[in-house]
Structure formats: C-alpha cells, structure tokens
C-alpha cells in the first residue's frame, strides 16, 4: 500500500532533507502516533498529540513544489487517500460486525450502527464517537490542504523569491492564527467549522514544511550541519517538551487551550525532535519502511489493539464488556505489547499483501495484457532514489 504521502524532491533548488530522512521521520512519526494512542502515563513521557499530527502536514508539504500540478495533485491524492479511506472503512466496518461484535466488544459509538456511522459520521464527527475511524478527519483535511497549499504556492511562484517567502509564511501564520483561534471556537458550535480548523490548521503546516525544504533550506542546512550528533540534539529538545509541559492541544477535536503561539511552539519543538531522530537513524532500513507505510500503519494500529483485546478475552483475562473495539488506552504496563503490534504487525501485513497482490497482478497482466496494478491503491511502493529528475507529483 501507498504510504500517506510519496516524498518527491522539489524541483526549486536544494532540498533540505533528503528522501531517507523524510520517510524515517514520517517512520518515528507513526510510532508517536500509536504511542499516543496507547496514552501511557509517567513523569517522563510527553503529549505526542501535541506534535504528531502536525509533523504528517509538514513533512507533506516539503514534497510539494513551487509550481505544483494541481490537477494531477487532486486526482492522485483521490486514489491515495479518498478511495484508500472508502475502501478501508468499509474493510473495517465489515471485521467489527463479522469479528468484534460477536465477541461482545463494543464499538464505542453513540449512534445506531447504520451507513451513516461506518462512512458519514466519521469525517463530520471527527471520529470521536466511533474510534473505529480515528483516520477519517486526517485524510479529509490532508485531501483538502495539499491543493489549498499548492494554489498558494503557484500564485506565490509569480513574485521574486524573497516577496514569495515572506508571502507564503505570512499566509501560513495567518491560516494557524484562524484555524487555532476562530474555526476552532465556532467548532464548539457546529461541525463545518472544525472541518475548516482541520483544514486551515494543516494547510499552515504544509506551507512550514514547503518553506523549511526548500527557500530556507540555504539557512536552515548550517544549522542542522552543525549539530555535532542529531541524536543528543533530539534527546535535548525531548527535554525541553518534558520540562515545558505545555498545554497538550488535539487537532482532530480542534481543541487548542494553549493559543496560537503555544501551539506553534509546541509543535515545533516536535517537529524539530524528530527530524533530529530521522538524521540520527535515516540509515535504518526499518524506520525508513515504517515511514514508507505510514498510511498503512496509521489505518491498521487500532486493529492489532483490538485483535489483541480479542485474544485476551477468549482466554479469559479481559471482560468483553471491559474494552472498546479499536481502543487501546489505559493498558499498563502491557504498553510495549501494544506499541509493537501496532507498528510491526500493519507494516508485515502490508508487506505479505503487497506481494499477494504484485504475484496476482503479474498473473493477470500476463493472461490479459492488462496492467491492473496501476488501477488500484495496492501498488507496491517502488524504490527510491535521491538521484536524478523528480518525477510528477
């Protein structure tokens, strides 16, 4: 499966980060994500919701380039993320009522199970009240900033590099300052406006990480060059976010009790940590597969929490009626049980599925001439190099 998004080189100058870094970011990413979703407690142990989210929109808007294809953006990123969360919703609908519901487990849902529930509500009620879809508000917003943040981009291109930068950054802090301030008090009120939270909110981030990969990238590099190991740098700024405590923000309920600037500084301290970790283990074959299939990960994580909660209660250790379907908080100290399944089992899932499905499509091609992995979300990633032309968004 494609990951959530497919690191390209900007064709506008010298990238900051290279393919590898990216995608060992997105890879330490995902491993926050479902950190945060297993929510363990400590004195040592940071708020990932506070940065997590944010991360995926900035490293998102580093692929971007100053004169995107919009249209061929919106059609690829349809596949990649409509289709994949129609098709994955439905996917998961059907294991809660064949698999987790007979069990005894609930959905965790305030609604009748009906359509609305398994395809509407998800994206119109930021997934809250049905955990099973927690992926629903990301990929709309994410479907939404990425062309919002490619328009901006390509009116910016027509202006002299340095009125373009100050223009894109303004834009970006105007866009977290309404989405953080306005549309995040209006969604108390009705659930458009969150959507339009979502959206403002992630289309600034994408906007950060267009300027941090490509025009600032001449003064960003000395920086990052002279940091003597990435690695004690990224366990400083973790630090920081520990002693800080700031106030923890969640983006998909658009819930920021900090303010704007908190927000920012919140995030960025986040963001700056992991690409430190991406410097230190861009060379780790895992991580970097991890960050390759993020999307996959993200989508399945709360699957292998459950399928673990259904082993435990046909053994006899949990009540059915203990547990929500596709839930992991409050585990313990079984944490670590939780966070590898969640990371490993997806990633090996996608692995096995992906060959299954490259072996078919080489079946089928061969028999009928016809390519039929270029018509689905399913195509194996192919392999990436930081040499040569950067191909078409």
């Known amino acids: 499966m494609q990951a959530i998004f497919t690191p390209r080189l900007s064709a506008s100058g010298d990238p900051l980060l290279s393919r590898d870094v990216i995608d060992a970011a997105r890879g330490i990413g995902i491993a926050f994500v479902v950190f945060g979703h297993i929510n363990p407690i400590g004195p040592l142990v940071i708020n990932a919701y506070g940065f997590h989210m944010p991360l995926f929109f900035f490293l998102s808007g580093m692929t971007l380039r100053r004169e995107p294809p919009i249209l061929s953006l919106i059609m690829r990123d349809s596949r990649a993320l409509l289709l994949y969360a129609v098709l994955h ?5 059907a294991l809660t009522r064949a698999v987790f519901q007979p069990a005894g487990m609930a ?16 994206v119109t009620r930021n997934s809250e009240h049905v955990h099973l879809f927690v992926i629903g508000w990301f990929i709309l917003a994410l479907f939404l900033a990425r062309p919002m943040s490619a328009l901006i981009l390509k009116a910016a291109s027509r ?11 303004g834009i970006a802090l105007l866009g977290a300052r309404t989405g953080v301030h306005f ?20 289309t600034a981030f994408c906007l950060f990480g267009y300027l941090t990969q490509n025009p600032l990238a001449r003064f960003l590099r000395p920086v990052l060059n002279a940091v003597p190991s990435p690695l004690a740098a990224a366990l400083f700024l973790y630090a920081a976010l520990v002693v800080l405590r700031l106030s923890p923000f969640i983006m998909s309920l658009s819930q920021y009790p900090g303010g704007t600037i908190a927000t920012l500084v919140h995030s960025g301290l986040g963001i700056a940590m992991v690409i430190c970790l991406a410097k230190a283990l861009s060379t780790s074959r895992w991580t970097r597969l991890m960050g390759r299939r993020s999307k996959t990960i993200m989508t399945w994580h709360l699957t292998a929490a459950a399928t673990i909660n259904l082993v435990l209660v046909e053994l006899g250790y949990l009540e059915a009626g203990n ?13 670590p049980i939780y966070l590898f399944a969640g990371l490993i089992g997806p990633l090996l899932a996608a ?4 060959r299954a499905f490259a072996a078919a499509g080489a079946f089928v091609q061969a028999r009928t001439g016809v390519d039929v992995l270029r018509l689905t979300t399913f195509t194996p990633a192919r392999p990436r190099s930081d040499r040569g032309t950067p191909r078409p968004l």
């Open 89 to 93: 919703f439905g996917i998961l609908a």
């Open 107 to 122: 959905i965790a849902a305030s609604s009748p199970l009906d359509w609305r529930t398994y395809f509407l509500w998800p």
């Open 159 to 169: 202006l002299p590099p340095v009125p373009a930068t100050v223009l894109i950054l």
């Open 183 to 202: 549309f995040a008090f209006a969604a108390t009120k009705a659930w458009p406006w969150n959507l339009l939270s979502h959206v403002a909110v992630a």
């Open 323 to 335: 547990v929500n379907v596709f839930t992991i908080f409050d585990v313990g100290r079984s944490w």
């Open 351 to 354: 692995l096995a599925a992906e």
